[in-house]
């Protein structure tokens, strides 16, 4: 372990490899792997966990049991990733053809969540505040605080920071019945105000 590692909580059955730079008050569960990854500070990593090098996670991120994150995959702060949820880092993967240059890029903005179950195909961006329904199969970009369930999954409707159904009425405004905090529709684009 370098020096990086001296103010956060590593479960002893949890591997972490030279290089990973992991920041402080940061929890690391039973039988989690972390190659050269960067983590911030105040993150949850559950049990059984796999982050592989490169892999970015920003302050505040949860990520829940038995996870696997591939190299490619970005997290901004604050982001919520359920139980199982799966991302992949190559399109057409085949055993006998290595294809480690052709790795893409997944981007999880703030603040969003990802279900339980749910699979993330690569090369996507999930919007800040978005909410991925539990096992929904995301295999395009997803607007900032959109909705979307299903397999593919499809947008349903806008979701609040707190994590509240928005309802816009005829003028494009909503509150978020959990912080009174107001949004507003235009054009397919929600903005808080």
Same mark, same amino acid.
């Given at each position: 372990m370098t020096e990086n590692h001296a103010n956060?909580?590593?479960?002893?059955?949890?591997?972490?490899?030279?290089?990973? *730079?992991?920041?402080?008050?940061?929890?690391?569960? =039973?039988?989690? =792997?972390?190659?050269?990854?960067?983590?911030?500070? =105040?993150?949850?990593?559950?049990?059984?966990?796999?982050?592989?090098?490169?892999v970015v996670l920003g302050n505040h991120v949860?990520?829940?049991?038995? *996870?696997?994150?591939?190299?490619?995959?970005?997290?901004?702060?604050?982001?919520?990733?359920?139980p199982s949820a799966v991302f992949t880092n190559v399109i057409n993967p085949r055993s006998f053809i290595e294809r480690k240059n052709e790795y893409k890029k997944t981007m999880i903005k703030k603040g969003a969540t990802i279900g339980a179950n749910a699979t993330i195909i690569c090369g996507v961006t999930i919007g800040?505040?978005?909410?991925?329904?539990?096992?929904?199969?995301?295999? !395009?970009?997803? !607007?900032?605080?959109?909705?979307?369930?299903?397999?593919?999954?499809?947008?349903?409707?806008?979701?609040? !920071?707190?994590?509240?159904?928005? !309802?816009f009425d005829k003028d494009g405004y909503a509150t978020c019945d959990l912080s009174q905090q107001k949004y507003k529709l235009e054009n397919e684009i929600v903005s808080a105000l």
């Open positions: 956060f909580f590593r479960h002893e059955t949890a591997i972490i490899d030279d290089g990973a *730079v992991i920041g402080n008050d940061t929890r690391i569960w =039973h039988f989690t =792997h972390v190659m050269s990854a960067s983590i911030g500070h =105040h993150c949850i990593i559950g049990q059984n966990v796999f982050v592989a090098n490169n949860k990520v829940q049991n038995n *996870v696997s994150l591939f190299e490619g995959v970005i997290c901004e702060d604050d982001v919520f990733i359920g800040s505040y978005a909410f991925v329904g539990a096992g929904s199969v995301v295999t !395009k970009d997803v !607007k900032n605080f959109a909705l979307v369930v299903g397999n593919p999954a499809r947008q349903k409707g806008w979701m609040s !920071k707190n994590g509240s159904k928005l !309802k």
